[in-house]
C-alpha cells in the first residue's frame, strides 16, 4: 500500500511539473480568454489546476483526480477531529502538533512527525511521540540529520568540576558536603532513582518518570541524553516540562524528597 501511494505520489508531481498551463480563470477572477481565443468555461484544459465549476461548487482537474484515486483505494475524507477516529479512516494520518486529521497522500502536508497507527493516539498531547524516534521512517531520519547539521557548530557546555577543596562527597542522610567518604552517616531507607536516556519528552517518558516518583525516592539522578541534540528549547520540553505548543505538553523530571 505504501508502494502504491508512493507511485500515486510521483505521478501526480510529475503531472504537475508538465502540464501546460492553458487558463487558471474561473469564478471570480476576471473571465480570461485562453490563447485560442475560445471562452475558457468551454475549453478543455491540461493545466491539473484548472477549475471546472458547477454552481458554486469548484473543483480542479488535480482535485478531481486526486479524489477518484482515493475513491478506488477507498480511503475516505479526513475530517476526523479525534486521533483514534482519524487513524481509523483509510488514508488519513493525525498531526499532534495541531491536532487535526492529514491526508497522507497530500503532498502539501506541513506537519513534521504525524501520528500514523491508533496505538500511537495515547502519546500525543506530551511534547514529543514515539514515532519520531524511528529511525526506520524517513521523515525520522531527516529530523536527526537536520538537527545534528543544524547544531553541528555550537560549542559544547563545559563539563562542571568541583572547585579546588571540595570532594564532590555529600552526606545522603543530611545533604552536607564531606571531606571524607568515611565522615558520612549511614543511610537507613534511603531510595534513589537512576534514570537513563530518558529526555524524550514522549508520554512514555512520563509513565517512567511517574513510576519513579511514586517509589518516593530521596534522590533522582537524570543520566544524560536530551533528544534530539540537547538543545536549550529540548531541555524545555523534555526536561523542565515546559510546553512545546498550544496541545502538546512538555515532560518534567521527577525530583526527589531531599535532592
Known sequence: RRAVRAILTCFCV???????I???GGSGEGGAVSRAGKNPSTLFSLNPFHRHCTGSNCTSMFQRFKHKVEDVLGFGPCDADDCSSCLQTRGCKWCPATQSCHESL???DKCKIAINSEG???GQYCAYQLGEFLNHRAKDAYEWIA???ENQGLPL????TYPNGTTGIFDLATGLPLMDASDGSPAVNYTIAAIADWGT???AAKAVAEHAAAQYPQMTIHMGDVYFVSTPE???TNLLGKSRNSYQQGVAFPKGESV
Request: contains cysteine; negative net charge.
Open 234 to 236: 529540548q531541555f524545555d
Open 106 to 108: 497530500s503532498i502539501y
Open 147 to 149: 538537527a545534528s547539521v
Open 201 to 203: 519528552g514522549t508520554c
Open 157 to 160: 557546555m563545559p563539563f562542571p
Open 14 to 20: 510529475l503531472v504537475i511539473g508538465t502540464a501546460p
Open 120 to 122: 500511537q493516539c495515547w
Open 22 to 24: 492553458v487558463w487558471h
